[in-house]
């Protein structure tokens, strides 16, 4: 089945620092989400890119999806302590019915 | 907020006992589906329902089984737990199949 390698596993940064993170397949998509766990809930959709090249902010985030449609990219500037959590890539192509393959997520740390 | 539900949040069973997880929805999504987390290992699919009783298998569908006979609810039923199957469970929905909404999830401990 298609993989999914996000990078990196966890960051620990300072407040104020801007953070990039990053999805690589084998293969290609159709769709790239990027996600966001807060410890003890359910991941919360961020920003969800459908045209290779296409690049989407949400606030302080920037998502890309890679031209080459197996990579997309994760961008958060300006970092505060509510942006600690996991975040997770997911890809999905057209053809198989709404099923997402997730990378196993950034653990995002930030110090105060 | 989707309007998404899991009952129950925290359960304890034991080995060898059935256990069913429920997913309620109250915004009308055609697709639904079931993941497990655990550490290490993100988010993976278990069963997803693409409508009333259109079922099909994720990557790790053995030992469970699933059952959609309305749209607002699906349903996740262990056979028979085992220890390997204790994990966090996550329920998420879709209206065209690319944005998946959560649930807050159900942790399931088999002892």
């Known amino acids: 089945g298609q993989q999914l390698n996000q990078s990196p596993q966890s960051m620990f940064i300072q407040e104020g620092e801007d953070v990039s993170m990053n999805c690589t397949s084998s293969?290609?998509?159709?769709?790239w989400l990027w996600y966001k766990q807060d410890p003890g809930e359910g991941p919360v959709l961020l920003i969800a890119?459908?045209?290779?090249?296409e690049l989407t902010s949400n606030g302080r985030l920037t998502a890309q999806f890679g031209i080459t449609r197996k990579d997309s990219f994760l961008n958060i500037s300006a970092s505060i302590p509510s942006d600690v959590g996991i975040y997770f890539c997911?890809?999905?192509?057209?053809?198989?019915?709404?099923?997402?393959?997730f990378g196993d997520g950034t653990t995002l740390t930030v110090k105060p | 907020d989707a309007g998404i539900t899991q009952s129950p949040r925290h359960k304890v069973t034991e080995t060898g006992t059935p256990v069913t997880l429920r997913c309620h929805q109250t915004e009308n999504h055609r697709y639904m589906y079931w993941y497990r987390q655990d550490p290490g290992h993100g988010l993976r699919l278990i069963h997803y329902?693409?409508?009333?009783?259109?079922?099909d298998k994720g990557e790790v569908s053995d030992g469970y089984s699933v059952s959609r006979s309305k749209t607002e609810d699906f349903l996740l039923t262990l056979e028979s737990a085992t220890s390997s199957q204790t994990s966090v469970y996550f329920c998420a929905i879709s209206r065209e199949s690319y944005e998946q909404y959560f649930g807050p999830g159900t942790r399931l401990t088999v002892t």
């Open positions: 890119l459908y045209k290779a090249g």
């Open positions: 997911a890809g999905q192509l057209r053809t198989n019915a709404g099923k997402s393959t």
């Open positions: 329902s693409y409508g009333v009783k259109d079922t």
């Open positions: 293969s290609i998509f159709n769709t």
